[in-house]
């Protein structure tokens, strides 16, 4: 019965076909403006706005070639990207490695204050950060690591959220592996890197993109740490193109492109691991 | 057994080696980085913003004013952020749990063609970071007669508007920059939840003849509840936390009559234009105090505290 029903396209599919496709052309129609704005020279913008007329005597590369060759501030264009690139490996490299220690010692184990340390993760994860923002700022500068990488990097590498995932996932892993570890003479380091770490891989994969995804596109810490044009990430460089005065849209748009492209590649090959990514807080919680 | 009684001399000679065995010492060290993180970039800087709260900050002087900042919060400026960010807050919740859990519902029936497609188009905006967001929807809520917002009410014969000078227009935008970048995000959770219900519900509804709406209110939205408290508490945190897209759409300069001022934004501006660290951290303890009262309603609410889990 539930395959015939499957294959009969009734009036309520067409209906849904219809709401939805509309849906998704809105959805999309702000990206595929501003694709069309970067292909434009920005005094098309200053006359018209932002609009989707399509002309094709005015569209060139210009604005891509702008940031390729460096002129004015578009020039740190690219160290941006890099400085982006690195500030998220990192910090998802570290995000990973300690959250996963920590969901795993929390899941695994049965110790004294396991709960009080359970309790703590969750009050980090319901208190917005931006509440300690000036004290940490404070910190931050005792601690020298003003506009460096690791001062954007260490407060919020141990998160709760991939905590809280690592920990609901180490709840099911098999602890005979563990004993059996332990009588083939395995450290618990030993257990946890060569036995439990490939059974977490796929907790790995969502937290990966969780943690890339907000990493790259983070933006008011790093916007508080970073004091100079060379030390920017991606979207502190391109939200310093927005002045009220508009001097450097050319760049701005094509650089705004520019900084989706790799996270929508990425998305489309892993689409999976996002959408696990993503609903990571709310499916077990 | 006689393999373990071998190994036993071995380990005794190297006692570090032994501790790090230890399975009593191992929990805390996995625990650890996480200790750590929570004194030092948690729990101080928490102390300090609730003790920075009555002192007035300057370079190198540091004095307690006691209330006293607290007391200058009644004021304007905070007034405006308290009730945009209150306002953007309730209008999200509003918007972006009831259409999206309609939304999943749809995508989720069977009679829906090419469901993952629009999943995953829905879900694009998402991966926008909120300054390309913002970028975008500055330009599109542009004042020009060709951008895209006006020409939209051109259609209509309804002529250009300022988009970013009044109250309700720069809400309006607001929301449809939140709507554009979460609708999708809520979905999938929607979605994730949904197809944990097992439809043998559904088949005994069937047998007993209920209907469509019959089945979406008696088993579909009880059985929601868990991930619709998520998502309300995501929201409301995310509600009162916003910034960024506000910071974008004025390009980062004060909105005319602080119409785009939020809570955060008043934080950012005292703590680090005005260099006013005290009084911002007045802002932001209060800011807890709201946060903490609102997350307790709504857990009391829906009942969540009844439950023990």
């Not at chain 1, 796929?202 to 969780?210: E, F, K, Q, R, S």
């Not at chain 1, 890339?212 to 310093?240: C, E, Q, Y």
């Amino acid at each position: 019965m539930e395959t015939v029903q499957r294959k009969k396209f009734t009036a309520a599919s067409w209906l849904l076909l219809v709401l939805f496709a509309i849906l998704a052309v809105l959805m999309l129609f702000p990206l595929y403006a501003l694709f069309l704005a970067s292909l434009k020279p920005a005094s098309e913008l200053f006359r018209y706005g932002l609009n989707v007329r399509l002309d094709f005597d005015v569209m060139s590369l210009d604005n891509y070639r702008s940031i390729f060759t460096g002129k004015g501030e578009a020039g740190h264009y690219f160290e941006w990207y890099s400085n982006s690139v690195i500030i998220t490996v990192l910090f998802t490299l570290l995000s990973l490695l300690f959250s996963s220690m920590v969901g795993y010692g929390l899941g695994m184990y049965r110790f004294k204050g396991r709960n009080l340390i359970f309790t703590l993760v969750l009050i980090v994860m319901m208190i917005p950060v931006e509440i300690i923002l000036l004290p940490l700022y404070k910190l931050t500068v005792s601690l020298k690591l003003i506009n460096t990488v690791w001062g954007i990097i260490l407060p919020f590498m141990v998160a709760p959220l991939p905590i809280f995932f690592f920990r609901q996932f180490a709840l099911g892993l098999p602890k005979d592996f563990m004993d059996a570890g332990r009588i083939d003479g395995c450290t618990e380091f030993g257990i946890f890197f060569r036995i439990m770490v490939p059974l977490m891989a796929p907790a790995y994969g969502a937290i990966t993109i969780l943690q890339a995804m907000n990493s790259w596109n983070n933006f008011l810490w790093p916007l508080i740490v970073l004091r100079t044009t060379d030390k920017f990430t991606l979207p502190i460089g391109l939200a310093s193109f927005v002045t009220p005065l508009g001097s450097n849209y050319e760049a701005l748009i094509a650089g705004a492109v520019l900084a989706i492209l790799p996270i929508l590649i990425l998305f489309l090959f892993f689409q999976r691991y996002f959408i696990e990514g993503l609903t990571v807080g709310g499916v077990k919680g | 057994m006689q393999q373990q009684i071998n190994r036993e001399p071995a380990l005794a000679s190297k006692p570090r080696n032994r501790l790090a065995n230890s399975q009593h010492l191992a929990p805390y060290l996995f625990v650890l980085p996480f200790i750590i993180s929570f004194l030092l970039f948690f729990a101080y800087p928490l102390i300090n913003a609730i003790i920075m709260s009555f002192q007035s900050v300057l370079p190198g002087e540091v004095t307690f004013v006691g209330l006293d900042n607290y007391r200058e919060l009644w004021n304007t400026d905070f007034a405006d952020a308290l009730y945009n960010s209150s306002r953007y807050t309730l209008f999200t919740l509003l918007l972006l749990i009831p259409i999206p859990l309609l939304l999943a519902v749809m995508l989720n029936s069977k009679k829906m063609p090419f469901s993952n497609f629009f999943r995953s188009t829905l879900f694009i905006p998402a991966l926008t970071s909120v300054v390309v967001a913002g970028v975008v929807f500055r330009m599109i809520f542009g004042e020009l007669d060709g951008a895209l917002m006006n020409s939209f009410l051109h259609l209509f014969g309804i002529s250009s508007q300022r988009w970013l000078y009044s109250s309700e227009l720069s809400m309006f935008a607001l929301l449809v920059l939140a709507s554009w970048r979460w609708i999708g995000i809520n979905i999938l959770y929607f979605l994730s939840a949904l197809q944990n219900i097992p439809s043998d519900l559904y088949e005994a509804a069937d047998i007993d003849g209920a209907g469509t709406r019959t089945k979406f209110m008696k088993i579909t939205v009880p059985l929601l509840k868990p991930i619709t408290v998520y998502v309300l508490t995501i929201s409301i945190y995310g509600g009162y936390a916003m910034f960024t897209e506000s910071y974008m759409l004025w390009a980062g300069k004060p909105s005319p009559q602080n119409i785009g001022l939020t809570i955060v934004g008043y934080i950012y501006q005292q703590g680090f234009q005005y260099f006013n660290l005290g009084f911002g951290s007045a802002i932001g303890v209060t800011l807890l105090g709201i946060t903490l009262a609102v997350s307790m309603l709504q857990l009391i609410l829906t009942g969540m505290f009844k439950k023990e889990e």
